[in-house]
């Protein structure tokens, strides 16, 4: 079973899809000018403006539904797993695909807005909604969404539980059961009640626990201030393969910092615009650009706050998949958490391990809730014209019973299932929007036009000849026509 599940990963993770997700977001980079630069002056009004309602949430509730997906175990087991087998300059790649990977993101959360549908009383949208609407390919995105179901239902969440677990017992001496059942506990009291509570929860947690992990990694880089060239250093001499000790593993630095990017991030993935979508906004790219600011609060904050603990501390090993150890600063211990949780536990005795824990749950906990939400709105769409309520008790029994496997099953066996799950979106998610650049960069100039004009854009898809945008013409067209007669 294990080595089957490693082949897949093998041929899903394919050199192909690494220089793919790099290709694309350069050319969404290119397409929009960079707009994850220029348009930033925008993001904190943006993020913080916009009105929620019965059927959608505020752009910053969604911002923290997509952050509660995208900052989870990665930004601490998945760095130290990059560094562990690509070396420090697996950091610069995960650096790269973040920076480029916002103009994905930009990109697929306004298709997410642009096709949404107002679905049982709340917006639902997401890559199976774009494809169906924009690509008229319905086979198509009853695959994406299937696929979905299976990667935020059952494969990802144990990488999450794992990680909450191996971190739990290295600093309390848990056992990973009792962990598991705490966890299964906590997540059922707030799938069942719906993604408003979700939502609630994302808000109050998500910038809490980044703030404070933020504050935490700069204070242990203060504190090793003297190291802070040196690692700079480092990592963009490995990066490249200039630096003596880490030049043969170049190939090794950027799969590695692509795919553990790819994983926190999200970018390009199609887990992002199910957020986006369910956002309350007069124009999509708005939200596509509060979408493209979460992929830098991941990795060149959070990340890169992981990252410059263990590297400034030189609690780390590196040793690449089947070869010999170029680092081993650490024995044995198998790469995860534990780098993290002994490089705060070097600098701050008797804190490093329950800070890193505590972190951890709450990083890892609010992913799990985002998966939830992603696998209830693709099951929403393959069942959206029949009753479901039969199969998303299914579902929540089936999230529940994969966290607490996901707790006692092995960390190797974890993340490469949740590898499967996450490259396989990814190939079905950056074809689609590939194929959908033209109404996505449409969108863009209508967005840009209006703010030339000094007005606050509001999309009318009728105006601009765009089509398919059934929500946005028939009913959000009804309010705006409202408010201009009364007003």
């Known amino acids: 079973m294990e080595t089957f599940v490693n082949w897949l990963s093998g041929i899903i993770w394919s050199p192909a899809l690494i220089y793919l997700c790099l290709g694309v977001g350069l050319f969404y980079s290119l397409a929009t000018r960079f707009l994850q630069v220029r348009h930033m002056k925008d993001i904190i009004k943006l993020t913080f403006k916009g009105e929620k309602s019965e059927a959608g949430i505020s752009s910053f509730q969604a911002l923290n539904l997509a952050l509660s997906g995208r900052v989870g175990t990665g930004n601490i087991a998945g760095v130290?797993?990059?560094?562990?087998?690509?070396?420090?300059?697996?950091?610069?790649?995960?650096?790269?695909?973040?920076?480029?990977?916002?103009?994905?993101?930009?990109?697929?959360?306004t298709l997410g807005q642009v096709?949404?549908?107002?679905?049982?009383?709340?917006?639902?949208?997401?890559?199976?909604?774009?494809?169906?609407?924009?690509?008229?390919?319905?086979?198509?995105?009853?695959?994406?969404?299937?696929?979905?179901?299976?990667a935020t239902g059952v494969l990802l969440p144990g990488v999450q539980a794992n990680s909450i677990a191996a971190g739990i017992d290295n600093a309390f001496g848990i056992s990973p059961a009792i962990t598991g059942g705490a966890l299964v506990v906590f997540l059922a009291i707030i799938i069942f009640g719906g993604v408003k509570r979700i939502a609630r929860v994302a808000e109050f947690v998500v910038p809490f626990m980044a703030s404070g992990y933020i504050i935490v990694a700069?204070?242990?880089?203060?504190?090793?201030?003297?190291?802070?060239?040196?690692?700079?250093?480092?990592?963009?001499?490995?990066?490249?393969?200039?630096?003596?000790?880490?030049?043969?593993?170049?190939?090794?630095?950027?799969?590695?910092?692509?795919?553990?990017?790819?994983?926190?991030?999200?970018?390009?993935?199609?887990?992002?615009?199910?957020?986006?979508?369910?956002?309350?906004?007069?124009?999509?790219?708005?939200?596509?650009?509060?979408?493209?600011?979460?992929?830098?609060?991941?990795?060149?904050?959070?990340?890169?706050?992981?990252?410059?603990?263990?590297?400034?501390?030189?609690?780390?090993?590196?040793?690449?998949?089947?070869?010999?150890?170029?680092?081993?600063?650490?024995?044995?211990?198998?790469?995860?958490?534990?780098?993290?949780?002994?490089?705060?536990?070097?600098?701050?005795?008797?804190?490093?391990?329950?800070?890193?824990?505590?972190?951890?749950?709450?990083?890892?906990?609010?992913?799990?809730?985002?998966?939830?939400?992603?696998?209830e709105t693709n099951l929403a769409y393959i069942n959206k014209n029949v009753k479901r309520v039969w199969s998303e008790y299914v579902l929540k029994i089936a999230i529940l019973g994969m966290v607490f496997y996901g707790c006692v099953k092995t960390a190797g066996l974890a993340w490469t299932l949740g590898d499967i799950g996450v490259g396989s979106m990814a190939w079905l998610n950056i074809i689609a929007i590939l194929l959908l650049t033209k109404p996505?960069?449409?969108?863009?100039?209508?967005?840009?036009?209006?703010?030339?004009?000094?007005?606050?854009?509001?999309?009318?898809?009728?105006?601009?000849?765009?089509?398919?945008?059934?929500?946005?013409?028939?009913?959000?067209?009804?309010?705006?026509?409202?408010?201009e007669k009364t007003g």
């Open 115 to 150: 096709y949404k549908v107002k679905q049982d009383g709340q917006f639902r949208g997401g890559p199976a909604y774009y494809i169906e609407k924009g690509l008229k390919m319905k086979w198509y995105a009853v695959l994406f969404a299937i696929v979905t179901v299976i």
């Open 440 to 483: 996505a960069l449409k969108v863009l100039k209508d967005y840009e036009a209006q703010l030339k004009d000094g007005k606050d854009p509001v999309f009318d898809p009728v105006k601009i000849g765009f089509k398919d945008a059934d929500f946005w013409e028939h009913e959000y067209s009804k309010p705006i026509e409202k408010k």
């Open 218 to 375: 700069l204070l242990i880089t203060f504190m090793n201030i003297s190291e802070l060239p040196a690692v700079l250093k480092l990592i963009f001499s490995s990066a490249f393969g200039s630096n003596a000790a880490f030049g043969g593993i170049l190939g090794a630095a950027i799969s590695w910092g692509v795919k553990r990017g790819i994983y926190s991030n999200e970018a390009g993935q199609g887990t992002a615009p199910h957020a986006a979508a369910a956002a309350e906004v007069s124009h999509p790219a708005k939200q596509g650009i509060v979408q493209a600011f979460s992929v830098y609060v991941d990795t060149l904050f959070v990340c890169s706050a992981t990252a410059f603990m263990i590297l400034i501390t030189g609690m780390y090993n590196v040793v690449p998949e089947g070869g010999k150890a170029i680092v081993k600063k650490l024995g044995d211990m198998e790469p995860g958490p534990g780098y993290t949780q002994s490089a705060v536990e070097s600098v701050l005795p008797g804190f490093g391990a329950p800070f890193v824990a505590i972190a951890l749950l709450f990083f890892a906990f609010t992913t799990i809730m985002a998966y939830y939400y992603m696998a």
């Open 80 to 109: 130290a797993t990059a560094i562990a087998f690509g070396g420090p300059g697996a950091v610069f790649w995960m650096w790269l695909i973040a920076f480029l990977g916002a103009g994905s993101a930009f990109i697929e959360a």
